[in-house]
């Protein structure tokens, strides 16, 4: 992994020691990694370790994201990122703002959905999509002037509205497919069944 950022965010460290993987950044308030995994870590002279209190403002997840922007990094995936907590699955969603606007690629990935958000155009490739489904969600209260081709249900200059699920398991019927809007901002899933 030559010339690539590896930062953890506290508990991610036990799935990197399960995969003997070493990280660069180490960040959180480790209060839910072992503390036999964290002793581990912590001997690995290389590794900068970020800590923080546990009543602070950010999610881990949201400071290592930060990090990863901070660092210039030229793409970002955040792993871990969609387990059996619904609110920080949320919070992770959203908190991809701060690569979109920092104008990095940045992914959510797991073994059923590539996450990410779009402000202008999209062009999807079949054979590259992670799956068969493509949702559109509107992070922002309206996308404006939605139009998508390429797809089984098309839209033309439509407005979507946030609370709406009009988006939801759309299909590429071409080889290529362009979603383009000018305002707003969507959430983009790319689902496995």
Do not use: W
């Not at 480790?30 to 009543?55: G, N």
């Not at 701060?98 to 062009?123: G, M, S």
């Not at 969600?137 to 249900?153: A, C, D, M, R, W």
């Amino acid at each position: 992994m030559y010339g690539q950022n590896i930062i953890a965010g506290d508990r991610g460290l036990e799935a990197l020691y399960q995969l003997k993987i070493i990280p660069n950044h180490v960040v959180g308030d480790f209060d839910s990694v072992s503390p036999e995994i964290l002793e581990f870590y912590r001997k690995q002279p290389q590794i900068i370790f970020h800590t923080y209190r546990a009543e602070k403002d950010n999610t881990d997840t949201d400071i290592a994201l930060k990090l990863a922007i901070q660092l210039k990094s030229s793409k970002i995936t955040v792993l871990g990122a969609l387990g059996k907590r619904m609110d920080h699955a949320l919070a992770n969603i959203h908190i991809l703002k701060d690569a979109l606007e920092a104008n990095i690629p940045c992914q959510i990935l797991d073994e059923h959905n590539r996450i990410y958000l779009i402000d202008t155009e999209k062009t999807l490739e079949k054979d590259k999509v992670y799956g068969k489904y493509i949702s559109l969600i509107p992070l922002t209260s309206t996308v404006e002037g939605l139009t998508l081709t390429g797809f089984k249900y098309p839209l033309n200059h439509y407005t979507l509205l946030i609370g709406t699920s009009l988006g939801i398991s759309n299909e590429m019927i071409e080889d290529s497919a362009h979603v383009k809007m000018e305002k707003g901002i969507l959430i983009v899933v790319e689902s496995k069944d």
